[in-house]
């Protein structure tokens, strides 16, 4: 008995709102960008015919083909990078940090930066990459470099420094929630029985935290693909990737050209999505009833 | 050749070096900003400070027109309340619809996951584009808050739902069987003993509405939200004022999260009282 009957209607009306804000708000528009890609004509209305002209457009244009390139480069290139650093801090974390105030202070260094606006953690980069720069100041101090390097504002260092900043995180705090569900006892047999510490990480530990580490993946995935922000503050407007082509076009009031890069930026994500779905069962871990 | 031990506590220094040099990689920009948005009315965007001041904090309050930061904060805080307020109420209903496991309640499970793994690029833009075929004049107050719901009633969605899974249902059923009504058990006994746990939901709708750029980039027209008008701002000319905006957010962020934080331990306490 609980204050809500199993399958009554009223269970069913509570959830209507919830449901049609999502439909009406996040799945209609998406359709809709679909749509839109495909409109064909001169004028921007429904009425247009339906045509893969703009796709054939955008493939038509070496640069963006190779902005695409870039952009799935990229994204992996930052999935390696926060997906080994993640494990790495979520292991040291779970496995190493004995006492248990110290886990909590740092668990909670890592998280709070992570609830603040990542807008402003972006921004907070600029003073620390520029020609005058933190990081130059710094090594100019050490003798490391005589003049200061360019090369880290309005670069792709730079952005690629903020970002592992930003989403590392993302990457660790599901392998933290695996981590800390192994059971100690399954180590403890698997030494027992004379495995070396390494085949112990190996066979046992690694293969129960990759529903973990994929997850990471997948979170880091879609929030590189997506994240012009970052790119438009560190990169200034010296680059791009995709996501930033979808602003660019509809500063220009290129509707239609915009939605085929979201739709081919939203393709990539379903792809990258369902690759990793084949690897783990999500479900088994996202629903828990 | 170094035995297990020596070799477990030599991975143990290196990992424990690498998680306080990421730390201080994390931290050290944000001391920075902080630090920086005290330099003196002379001081640059970088090291050395020119002094310390609270200079670009007062120009900041007596902002010309071009970059006054008051009304879009005026504007988010409002924004984020409302999102807040409507996170609360649809969050619980629709936790409350999943204990009654209607039919296709998977779907609507999965429905609410959509809205925190679609990006807010496409969502926004979607939606503008729905809104100009449908004739509708984009606003902060209108559309964008319908879009920021959208992302905001997930994570509330999921912490009501964590929230229920620890309830302890007993209470209810007691109530019930005294005769109470299924609306007046709901009202003066579920309601209550969740509080808490509400009350994170609408902190962080609040904090997720409060810090989004990407949504409210596209569905705001004329008026900005404070992250529209800093991003404004930085386009125009990076001064330390964008700094102070900056740190002042940030601790504005925190003080939520700590709330949060407090609301969550208090609610820990009173479910760990209840079994005492």
Redesign the interface.
């Known amino acids: 008995m609980s204050t809500i009957r199993v399958r009554s209607p009223a269970s069913y009306w509570l959830a209507v709102p919830a449901a049609a804000w999502m439909l009406g708000v996040v799945v209609v528009p998406i359709v809709l960008l679909v749509w839109v890609s495909l409109w064909g004509g001169r004028t921007f209305s429904p009425a247009s015919p339906l045509t893969f002209d703009n796709y054939a457009r955008f493939f038509a244009n070496q640069t963006y083909i190779k902005l695409a390139g870039t952009t799935v480069m990229h994204t992996v290139m930052l999935m390696a990078v926060t997906g080994v650093l993640g494990y790495c801090i979520a292991y040291c974390l779970v496995m190493k940090v004995r006492s248990p105030g110290w886990r909590l202070a740092l668990f909670l260094a890592f998280i709070i930066p992570f609830w603040t606006s990542t807008l402003i953690r972006a921004i907070a980069w600029v003073p620390f990459l520029g020609v005058n720069g933190v990081i130059n100041q710094l090594l100019m101090s050490i003798g490391a470099t005589r003049s200061p390097i360019e090369a880290f504002l309005y670069s792709k260092t730079g952005i690629t420094m903020a970002q592992v900043s930003l989403y590392t995180m993302m990457a660790a705090g599901p392998v933290v929630y695996m981590l800390s569900s192994i059971a100690p006892q399954l180590r403890e047999a698997a030494m027992t029985l004379k495995a070396t510490p390494l085949t112990v990480f190996w066979r046992i530990v690694f293969p129960l935290t990759l529903p973990g580490v994929v997850i990471g993946q997948v979170l880091v995935f879609l929030n590189v693909m997506s994240d012009f922000a970052t790119v438009a503050t560190i990169g200034g407007n010296k680059h791009a990737l995709l996501s930033n082509l979808v602003l660019l076009f509809y500063e220009s009031s290129q509707i239609r050209a915009a939605s085929v890069v979201a739709v081919l930026l939203m393709i990539c994500m379903l792809v990258g999505v369902i690759i990793a779905l084949r690897v783990v069962d999500v479900r088994r871990l996202g629903v828990e009833r | 050749m170094i035995g297990?031990k020596g070799?477990?506590s030599l991975?143990?220094w290196v990992?424990?070096t690498?998680?306080v040099i990421?730390?201080a990689?994390?931290?050290?920009?944000?001391f920075?900003?902080g630090l920086?948005s005290f330099s003196g009315p002379t001081g640059?965007?970088?090291?050395p400070m020119n002094g310390t001041s609270f200079h670009w904090y007062q120009e900041l309050w007596r902002a010309s027109v071009m970059n006054d930061f008051k009304p879009p904060l005026l504007r988010s805080v409002l924004l984020a309340a409302a999102c807040s307020a409507t996170t609360i109420v649809?969050?619980v209903?629709?936790a409350?619809?999943?204990?009654?496991?209607?039919?296709g309640?998977?779907w609507?499970?999965y429905?609410?996951?959509?809205?925190i793994?679609?990006?807010?690029?496409?969502?926004g833009?979607?939606?503008?584009?729905?809104m100009r075929?449908m004739g509708v004049d984009l606003s902060w107050d209108t559309t964008t808050f319908?879009?920021q719901?959208?992302w905001t009633?997930?994570f509330g969605?999921l912490t009501m739902l964590a929230v229920f899974?620890r309830f302890d249902?007993r209470v209810?059923?007691a109530a019930?069987?005294l005769g109470a009504s299924?609306l007046s058990?709901?009202r003066r006994?579920?309601l209550p003993l969740v509080l808490p746990g509400v009350i994170g939901a609408g902190l962080f709708g609040f904090?997720l509405s409060?810090?989004e750029?990407?949504r409210s980039?596209?569905t705001t027209g004329p008026d900005a939200t404070l992250?529209l008008a800093?991003?404004a701002q930085?386009d125009r000319q990076?001064t330390p004022e964008?700094?102070a905006v900056?740190t002042t957010?940030?601790l504005f962020?925190?003080i939520?999260?700590t709330l949060c934080t407090v609301a969550f331990w208090a609610m820990r306490r009173s479910t760990s009282l209840r079994r005492t």
């Open positions: 297990w070799r477990s991975t143990a990992l424990g690498l998680t990421f730390l990689y994390q931290w050290l920009p944000i920075t900003l920086l640059g965007t970088t090291f649809l969050s209903m629709a409350q619809a999943m204990r009654g496991q209607f039919r309640n998977g609507f499970f429905l609410m996951l959509l809205g793994m679609a990006p807010g690029i496409l969502v833009f979607g939606f503008a584009i729905l075929l319908l879009v719901v959208s009633l997930p969605f899974n249902k209810e059923e019930l069987t299924r058990t709901f006994i579920t904090s409060y810090d750029y990407a980039m596209f992250p800093v991003m930085l990076l964008i700094y900056g957010t940030t962020s925190l939520a999260v």
